[in-house]
């Protein structure tokens, strides 16, 4: 219904600048007429006018950044000691990327801290060169280097659950490759596990082993200065950032929409609601979340 809104400020823009206009020219009129009546007719117009458009302007482009003050990203939450705070930059990786160069507040999160209910921040995965095209376009898996199958692992642990296509874009990347071809989409694809390979209404998704999407609760929220595309983001971590947002005032469906965007630094788009829409269709459907007679949500667990 956000749309209707939009349009009623539109619409209230136009008549607040259509009394404008008439307020002026009756002003003049009045003048020319010598009529007291018109004049102040004219005047009542004018203001009137400018008060509309003025609200109208105010909601249309200031009211959306006021909204979406209303919670706060996830920026100012204070993670467990020696956890850094910002996003993690590793240093240029050698050739041979192993799964041990995963940083190890990533381990250590979602190993004691189920990956923290309250969110940690989102990790990337190094980008330094591994190798050349070359390397993706052989003809037998045997002959694949340990670094492809490594690079892999690696990208898996640090920032699965990772979108499929994402996984083989960025790995792709790390060879010279800026976008793959079907040949070496599948090279990627075969170092995949396919026990982590995880097909969704919202996409496929590949899952680090050590965690379960059934019984994950934690999400990772978006730090300054970090892309990260709304369709690549799992279902059930936009459902694990839904259920936290609800935990604050019982939130409306507007607000519950503004509030998990913001979490992950996006704005509010077609695209984006109906990716929120379905993780709440989904954390409702698990026993997560409810609606209240009200229309406000609230978390089950």
């Known amino acids: 219904m956000q749309w209707v809104g939009r349009i009623g400020w539109v619409v209230g823009l136009l008549a607040g600048a259509f009394g404008v206009l008439l307020g002026s020219v009756g002003y003049f009129t009045g003048i020319g007429n010598g009529s007291p009546f018109e004049i102040t007719l004219a005047v009542v117009f004018f203001g009137s006018g400018c008060a509309l458009a003025g609200v109208s302007i105010w909601q249309l482009v200031v009211g959306d950044r006021h909204k979406r003050r209303g919670y706060p990203r996830q920026t100012w939450h204070t993670p467990p000691a020696d956890i850094p705070y910002a996003a993690y930059t590793p240093p240029s990786a050698p050739i041979a990327a192993t799964v041990a160069q995963t940083p190890e507040w990533v381990t250590s999160t979602r190993s004691t801290h189920h990956w923290l ?98 019984t994950w609760r934690g999400f990772r929220f978006t730090p300054p200065g970090t892309t990260r595309p709304i369709e690549t983001i799992c279902g059930e971590e936009i459902a694990n950032a839904i259920t936290h947002v609800a935990q604050h005032n019982r939130p409306t469906f507007d607000d519950l929409v503004w509030s998990t965007l913001t979490q992950f630094a996006h704005e509010r788009t077609g695209i984006a609601e109906d990716r929120i829409e379905a993780a709440l269709t989904l954390a409702t459907r698990r026993g997560r979340l409810t609606t209240d007679p009200d229309g406000r949500y609230r978390p089950l667990t």
Do not use: M, N
């Open 117 to 214: 209910p309250t969110g940690i921040p989102y990790a990337s995965a190094p980008t330094s060169v591994l190798g050349s095209p070359v390397d993706l376009d052989r003809d037998s898996a045997a002959t694949i280097p340990v670094r492809v199958r490594a690079a892999v692992r690696e990208l898996i642990a640090i920032e699965g659950p990772i979108e499929r296509g994402r996984l083989v874009t960025l790995i792709a990347q790390r060879f010279g490759v800026p976008k793959p071809s079907e040949k070496q989409q599948i090279c990627v694809l075969g170092q995949v596990p396919e026990e982590l390979v995880r097909a969704t209404p919202l996409g496929v998704f590949v899952w680090p082993s050590s965690v379960d999407p059934g």
